[in-house]
Nanobody, 119 residues
Framework: QVQLVESGGGLVQPGGSLRLSCVGSGSISSINRMGWYRQAPGKQRELVAV???????NYADSVKGRFTISGDSAKNTMYLQMNGLKPEDAAVYYCNVAGISRGRNFDAWGQGTQVTVSS
């Protein structure tokens, strides 16, 4: 079973930076997609950034130029570098990975990490 654990959230002032990490465990043969999503109170979960097979990246318009998604396959870790944070970026951030594990498709989510942007 593939499990994901996020870390790196916290309280930051507007304009500040945070780096979220997502560490995966379990037997992963291949990855089709890995991404970050966020959910603010009273709102639906939304895509923040995603890397698909072939290393194609996509970002929500609201974070383009400020956030960067990356991965380190040797460490089974995915990152989200967030710069120039705004109060509207505050949310619970979730990592998501889809791929193949032990010959079967999987689609795993982390438990979420809170990001608060406030002065």
């Amino acid at each position: 079973q593939v499990q994901l654990v996020e870390s790196g959230g916290g309280l930051v002032q507007p304009g500040g930076s945070l780096r979220l990490s997502c560490v995966g465990s379990g037997s992963i043969s291949s990855i089709n997609r890995m991404g970050w999503y966020r959910q603010a109170p009273g709102k639906q979960r939304e895509l923040v950034a995603v890397i698909t097979r072939g290393d194609s990246t996509n970002y929500a318009d609201s974070v383009k130029g400020r956030f960067t998604i990356s991965g380190d396959s040797a460490k089974n870790t995915m990152y989200l570098q967030m710069n120039g944070l705004k109060p509207e970026d505050a949310a619970v951030y979730y990592c998501n990975v889809a791929g193949i594990s032990r010959g079967r498709n999987f689609d795993a989510w982390g438990q979420g990490t809170q990001v608060t942007v406030s002065s």
